[in-house]
């Protein structure tokens, strides 16, 4: 008598290959949450650093002479902003504390999305930075969203006399910016896609 089998193979059983290519289910929410520690890990780490270093260069170096570094290649020269990076936009305190909230939302907003962990570095610099700078114009005199930002950083001369004078908050903004429009033109998006340009114009040719 011919037994007839009743149980029904599994996708993953009938074409090994295909399953073995599939990621788990969960794969992909693992990592979404890396890439997120990853971002808000850089944030922190580049928010931490700027508060440090501005509170330090405060109670140290304000009111002082200039600190020479690496035998003039920077100084330690403490100067109030009330303007954006690299002292520009001097005057439009408060407006460049919305716009520091507004970047801050769009970075929070974009997080979950994120699938590439150059992105995820690029844009934790900015928002770290992004929030340094926040921190500076909330909490800082003269008043709430009129704060002056604290720089120290000027190379080659002191008082920003051949490249204004910057903070570890606008160095972390430019360095993500940076990587973030390095890496969109090397076709890389943030959700993981790669575009491959290059094979597309020998297609089309």
């Known amino acids: 008598m011919a037994v007839v089998s009743t149980e029904q193979s599994s996708p993953e059983q009938a074409d090994p290959e295909r399953a073995a290519a599939e990621p788990p289910p969960d ?3 693992v990592r979404s949450r890396k890439l997120l520690a990853l971002l808000f890990g850089v944030a922190v780490v580049a928010l931490a650093v700027d508060i440090v270093t501005k ?20 100084y330690l020269d403490v100067l109030r902003n009330p303007g954006a990076a690299f ?12 716009l520091a909230i507004a970047v801050v939302g769009v970075i929070i907003w974009l997080a979950p999305k994120l699938r590439s962990p150059g992105w995820a570095v690029g844009l934790g610099l900015v928002l770290g930075g992004a929030l340094g700078n926040l921190v500076d114009r909330v909490f800082r005199a003269p008043g709430p969203l009129q704060g ?11 008082g920003g006399a051949v490249w204004p004078v910057f ?21 890389r998006d943030y ?8 094979k597309a114009a020998e297609n089309d040719s």
């Open 87 to 98: 002292s520009l936009a001097t005057g439009m305190t408060w407006l460049l504390a919305l």
């Open 167 to 187: 903070n570890i908050a606008d160095s972390c903004i430019v360095s993500g910016g940076v990587l973030v429009v390095l890496l969109s033109l090397l076709g």
């Open 55 to 74: 509170v330090a260069v405060v109670a140290n170096l304000e009111g002082r002479p200039p600190v020479r570094l690496l035998g003039g290649l920077l």
């Open 148 to 158: 002056h930002v604290v720089d120290f950083v000027s190379v080659f001369a002191p």
């Open 191 to 198: 959700d993981g896609t790669v575009h491959r340009r290059n």
């Open 27 to 29: 794969e992909p929410r």
